[in-house]
């Protein structure tokens, strides 16, 4: 933004226009006598009318030496903007006519093109220059402040400033300007590509025809040191684009030839120690390209064979990229030859982007990172994948509360138990931090730890309580457990503070299950309370957190009716008989969040009920004697016969005789026997003894010990589950 000059209707008179500050300088009118007459008359020897000494508009015109009797004023106008626009007449800019007083080219204030001062007009409209004694012509006339005359050499350069060119302070004020909009555009990006784009996009065509910017490959994140050596990259190139920005204030040259400037740029480059580059890089501040330093860097940086397409002079500037604490790249900044070369103090505004462009990249690198730890924290605290359980399909959602918090203490998870039963837990830490995450992943380990002794429900919940509280007075966090029995077509849940989950059934009815809320996990001293419930075939189970139900606009049993009513809408889709599909079911629940609605992150889990038939179950107990296994391969060979599986009778009845015997030598109670037919069979054996088995090699010498070795040889896998009452050793294998 630029400042005129404090007043129009009072401008300074007797700066001497030889003056090298280039400024304005009020003189104090000096005192005289009542009734004196002004040395300077008029050609016709009359004296002009001088108002009073109190009205704001007396002038008196400064006798030489006036500059030494008086104490010049403190204050300096600045000179006005280029933006003033130039009067027809010759006048000033608010309209009053200026009369024979020399032409100023429309500068408010009495201000040439030059920043000299000279006489103006003054607040009524009236000829405030004063005629020298006998010339009959204004003052000033043909002198410096005239657009017409010779002017001035520039005060930097030496060279003489051209009638309409800016002043060397106009310029400075657009450097100014274009650097401050160039840094916002470039502090705007938040990845490594945004930054090094606003800078493309600041700098072409408003600073430079052309860009070159180089990275190091690959890029030290944080206070890492780099092992390799020095190697750039050209990230990006960018020349004068059809859209052009003028928001720096400088006007863009035409669009260069396709020769020019496009062929400069090789695509990878390494630096070697104490090579010209490696000295230029080193130096950090940015140097024309007609140097000798950087005329032998540009060939390693550039490629041999293409120094020649740089343009000659002061078109070129090298700037190096340092981060906090190395290098990390460099820019090149072309202009063509049609247009103006860079100047000396260019080479700051290259220096300040340079900067600015350099420490964005450096905090772009370590958010990327941290993004990266985030998003594989979060990754590996949820499961990458569901299991496939017997009677039960699984789908499951995950969205964070926002870009930029993409961890959170949410989980969900899926754990098959002995008995083809499955335990579908979810969870919800307080917060959605990395702390958050951190205590969600503890909490989830200890979940499966516990799932795999097959404690009940409530028994999970307390001991997770117990965990919550060893890891903090303020570790906090709500979680619902429930396991599913496909064969008895039931299922038991406990609850801890959660909302509870919707089951959606087959002919289109949601209904929110009545589950006991219990207290959250890490209150401690509290009770859990768990219920059964029917889980019947074809019916389906939503688990989630609160963050898809609660919001600032809805509190939490709003959503949960809002939830009820978008499931019971979407089954009447698919019609009564055909429950809809499971991961078009959680995309319809996900829609249901509204702009305002992603508050906290969501975690979403649904289970269809399939079942297992009892036709396709057989159950038997066997008494701990040594005819068991003999019996138990009669009764599987017959199942396996009315199942019309006979093909699956060898290899069934040895490997039911080797885990049944194994299982009659150490049990002290009768031994169970249950084969489950659904898309593979399924063979388990339970006994009283928690030990559980280990795959051994068997010596040569050996009577026994073969037994799991040809369990694991031919069954499609197999395994052993320690329970409350004893273990479970279980194999499947492929039908056909």
Known sequence: MTEHPTSFDRPSTGADPTDPRGALLRTPVPPRASGSALPAQGAAGQTPPVAGEDS???????????????????????????????QPDGGQPGGAPSGDT??????????????VAASGASADGGQAGLVQPGSGAPAGAGGPGRLDAPSEPDRRTGQPTAPGRPTPMRRDGDRLRFVGAATRRIARGMDLDEIVMGLCRATVPTF?????????????????????????????????????????????????????????????????????????????????????????????????ERDFALPDGR?????????????????????????????????????????????????????????????????????????????????????????????????YDAIPLPGSRVALVVGDVMGHSMTSAAIMGQLRTTAQ??????????????????????????????????????????????????????????????????????????????????????????????????????????????????????????????????PPPLEA??????????????????????????????SDVAYWFLDPEDAAPGKARRLARRALARWGMEDLTDAVELLVSEVVTNAVRYASKPVTLRLLRTDVLRCEVGDDVPQLPRLRQARA???????????????RRWGATRLSTGKVVWFELNRG
Request: glycine residues 10%; charged residues 25%; contains cysteine.
């Open 208 to 304: 430079a025809d052309a860009i070159l910017v180089y990275l190091r490959e690959p890029l030290p994140v944080g206070d890492e040191r780099p092992t390799g050596p020095l190697v750039l990259r050209l990230r990006r190139t960018d020349r004068i684009p059809a859209e052009r920005d003028t928001e720096g204030g400088f006007t863009p040259a035409p669009q260069p030839e396709p020769s020019e400037l496009e062929t400069v740029g090789a695509e990878l480059c390494e630096v070697r120690p104490g090579s010209a580059l490696a000295e230029v890089l080193r130096g950090v501040r940015p140097v024309f390209t007609d140097t000798p330093a950087a005329r032998a860097a540009l060939p390693e940086l550039l490629g041999e």
């Open 56 to 86: 704001p508009g007396a002038f008196e015109h400064s006798q030489p030496g006036a500059e030494q009797a008086a104490e010049p004023d403190t204050h300096r106008p600045r000179p006005t903007s280029e933006g003033v626009p130039a």
């Open 585 to 614: 079911l959680c995309d319809e629940v996900l829609d249901m969040l509204g702009p305002g609605d992603r508050d906290d992150d969501i975690a979403l889990l649904a289970a269809r009920f399939d079942g297992i038939a009892p």
């Open 449 to 578: 730890t516990l799932a795999g002794l097959d404690l009940p429900p409530q028994e999970v919940l307390h001991h997770l309580d117990e965990q919550a509280q060893r890891l903090g007075t303020d570790r906090m966090a709500t979680c619902l457990y429930a396991v599913y029995d496909p064969v008895a077509h039931r299922i038991t849940v406990a609850n801890a503070g959660h909302p509870p989950p919707v089951l959606l059934h087959l002919g289109g009815h949601a209904e929110v299950l009545r589950v006991p809320a219990g207290a959250p996990i890490g209150v401690g001293g509290v009770d859990f309370e768990a219920v059964e419930l029917d889980a019947p075939a074809g019916a389906t189970l939503l688990l989630y957190t609160d963050g898809l139900v609660e919001s600032r606009l809805r509190d939490v049993w709003t959503g949960i009716e809002q939830l009820r009513e978008r499931l019971a809408a979407t089954a009447q889709l698919t019609g009564p008989d055909h």
């Open 102 to 115: 020399p032409s100023t080219g429309g500068v408010p204030g009495g201000v040439t093109s030059d920043g």
């Open 701 to 715: 010498t050996d009577e026994g010990g073969r037994g799991l070795y040809l369990v694991n040889r031919l069954a």
């Open 315 to 411: 078109r070129a500037i090298l700037a190096p990229l340092r981060g906090r604490r190395r290098v990390i790249g460099a820019a090149l900044f072309l202009r063509g030859p049609e247009r103006i070369a860079f100047e000396a103090d260019d080479l700051l505004v290259a220096a300040q982007l340079a900067t600015h462009s350099a420490l964005g990249i450096d905090k772009a690198v370590l958010y990327g990172r941290e993004a990266y730890i985030a998003d594989e924290l979060q990754r590996t605290m949820l499961p990458e994948n569901l299991p496939r359980c017997t009677g039960v399909r699984l789908a499951s959602r995950y969205l964070p509360a926002a870009e930029t918090a993409r961890v959170g203490g949410d989980w």
